[in-house]
């Protein structure tokens, strides 16, 4: 069977998600500032895992939602970083603080890395936030704002491949009612047909609610694993590719950064259409076309569960929403609903960015 | 730390107050384009793309990878942004190295950059959020109290800095890249300018500058194949520790010397002064190379200021330290450690030009950000580790 390596000549250790935690998400401001957030998380997944201290700890934030720089540093007081720690940051999804912890654990010399991601979008305006990251010359003098964006990917998405509206509620729908079980996501009503536009073909739902939060992840390598977690979710591949930013370079309708990672992180077998197994996909899709145009880019077949935990439709905390989604998959590992899951991350306008890990079990758990 | 690593290419942009003639996509590439040619490659040979840079807030684009990606030929390729504060460039480059270490790719691109003259460096270093109130305004504002902290502790008499700030700016004369070229520059040049932050006066800190510096990184295999002699990575370590908390040693932070600890086992050390030829270490305020000195065990404590008296740290000096400059002569804030980490690689490779240390064959390349508590090293050497 396909162990799922990338396609390049890679590393070999063995490493595994083995705790994941996150803080109520919640979509209005809750009072906390980022460290009263993020504590919580970190004192919880120690516990959990027995760890006081890790081998390399990342971060993934952003300045522009905490609207100072900076904001990893004070984010630092939650970790208890004394004695010093071995320490990174990436101003990016927490899920890309992941895939830099997994690097540094192929080193071979440090067996556990603690990751953590948080963000607050609360507390600005996250669609005009976002127009910021457009390029400064060309595009965000024009204004354009994420939701914007995303339409005119949703419409190009949509003529391609003749899903309508109704598609798009039904994925809205689906993830709204998983969120209503996922005890850490806020309860939102069922999608109605006449809920009003937010930017034609995008309706309400099909726009992630506004959320703050917070998540941490424990990598461990080989023995440590095993003996951290009764059923360790082995990262079995992980790869993340850029697309274009020029949205007129590429062809909006398709999320071909997200099929190269997909390839190459062994989701997908090369050239097939089907996923290699794949039982669960977590899949950071911040508007309802993204997940069908995830599907698609990832090979991932009806018999897939997209989201079980509502995915980001239910609750998007901004720089934990990609790394929430790997949590989510290994904890369908953990507790054996799955044996071989993958969890998405994405950055950038219109999916620019996108990075895939395939978690597995072991056979016998 | 895994598979060997090296520095096969490195490019630099000229650094200046201002680059109105290019964007910030053209700035990076220039840098990228000129470490691709060192290392005899295109964009087309490059595995990944790892980026670092200052606050967003210093040119008001937020996450300028997505922006810079197609810039940096990074389509359908992995890319990084890493954000360590005014350690990130030397972060940045232990990242990209961490991906040769850990055997994911070949051959990566590092690229590190500011573009100061889009904003106001000091203003974005100076908004806090609500809860907090701003207790400084800008890095000198920060830092000056621990430098009056390292003079009484240590004794130094007062012209110390002024030592390091004509030290490094007669050194900068050397280096076609630098910011601050000014000829003749003196003791009486610098004791003339005034007083910013007692006591830093204007010409003992460092300036506002545009530049971006760039390296191709490579594994054994690939470094075996580069046109020009490589620089092997002998040791890497970061270090963080919180910025605020009662008892912190803020004039010789605990996470450097741990830092410093633990590079030197990778690499060997056990005297750096002696073992080491030249060392980069960032040093945007004149007193802290004395700081540094002690913080990196090149002597004991206290004594840092009289090796920087001896002129143990000059360009003739047993142990030179920032022959390219410095800090004190180009400070493009996210860029400003991996230039350390460049210019290092620059001396073991014997392509530092008119700033080379003949002979050199190890050296340190240093940074550190935030409240001086995050730090970023590394060794590099001629020979393979």
Known sequence: MSRGRPTTAGPGRDVAVVAFTQTDLTTEYSGLSEVELLAPVIHEIKERTGLSRFGFTCSGSCDYLAGAPFSFVSALDAVGAWPPISESHVEMDAAWAMYEAWVRLQHGDIDTALVYGFGKSSQGDLRQIMTLQLDPYYLAPLGPDQVSLAALQAQAYLRRCGAKEDDLRAVAARSRAAGLANPHAPDLPEPAADDPYEVAPLRSYDVAPITDGAAAIVLAAGDTARELCDRPAWIRGIDHRADAHALGARDLSRAESARLAGERAGATRAGATRSAGIEVAELHAQFSHEELMLCEALGLSDDVTINPSGGALAANPVMATGLIRIGEAAARIFDGTARRALGHAAAGPCLQQNLVCVLEGDVDG | ?385
């Open chain 2, 1 to 385: 730390m895994g598979n060997p690593c090296a520095v096969i290419g490195v490019g630099q942009t000229r650094y200046r107050t201002k680059r109105l003639d290019v964007s910030i996509a053209g700035l990076v590439r220039e840098a990228a384009l000129r470490a691709l040619e060192d290392a005899g490659l295109t964009f087309a040979d490059i595995d990944a793309v790892v980026m670092g840079k200052a606050p967003d807030l210093f040119e008001g684009v937020m996450m300028p990878e997505a922006y810079l990606a197609d810039a940096l030929g990074a389509r359908g390729k992995p890319v990084m942004r890493v954000h360590t504060a005014g350690s990130v460039g030397g972060s940045t480059g232990i990242v990209a190295a961490g991906l040769i270490n850990g055997g994911v790719h070949d051959r990566v691109l590092v690229v590190a950059w500011e573009k100061q003259s889009e904003s106001n460096a000091t203003w974005a270093l100076t908004t806090h959020p609500p809860y907090n109130a701003s207790l400084v305004v800008g890095a000198g504002g920060y830092f000056a109290p621990h430098i009056r902290a390292y003079i009484r502790r240590s004794g130094a008499p007062d012209h110390i800095g002024t030592l390091v700030a004509v030290k490094d700016r007669r050194n900068a004369l050397k280096n076609p890249y630098a910011h601050l070229r000014i000829p003749g520059i003196s003791r009486e040049m610098v004791e003339a300018t005034p007083m910013l932050w007692e006591p830093i006066r204007y010409l003992e800190t460092c300036p506002s500058s545009d530049g971006a510096c760039a390296m191709v990184l490579a594994s054994e295999s690939a470094a075996r194949r580069a046109p020009r002699p490589p620089a092997w990575v002998h040791g890497a370590a970061m270090r963080s520790e919180p910025i605020f908390f009662a008892g912190r040693d803020t004039v010789n932070p605990r996470a450097g010397r741990d830092c410093a600890a633990d590079l030197y086992r990778q690499a060997g050390i056990t005297e750096p002064r002696d073992q080491l030829d030249c060392a980069e270490v960032y040093v945007p305020f004149s007193w802290y190379e004395p700081m540094w000195l002690e913080n990196l065990g090149f002597c004991g404590e206290g004594a840092g200021w009289k090796l920087t008296e001896a002129g143990a740290t000059a360009l003739a000096g047993d142990i030179p330290w920032n022959p390219s400059g410095g800090v004190l002569s180009s400070n493009p804030i996210g860029a400003s450690g991996l230039i350390r980490f460049a210019e290092a690689a620059l001396q073991v490779r014997g392509l530092a030009g008119e700033h080379q240390i003949d002979g050199a064959r190890l050296a340190l390349g240093h940074a550190y950000g935030g409240g001086a508590q995050f730090f970023a090293m590394w060794i590099v050497g001629s020979a393979k580790p």
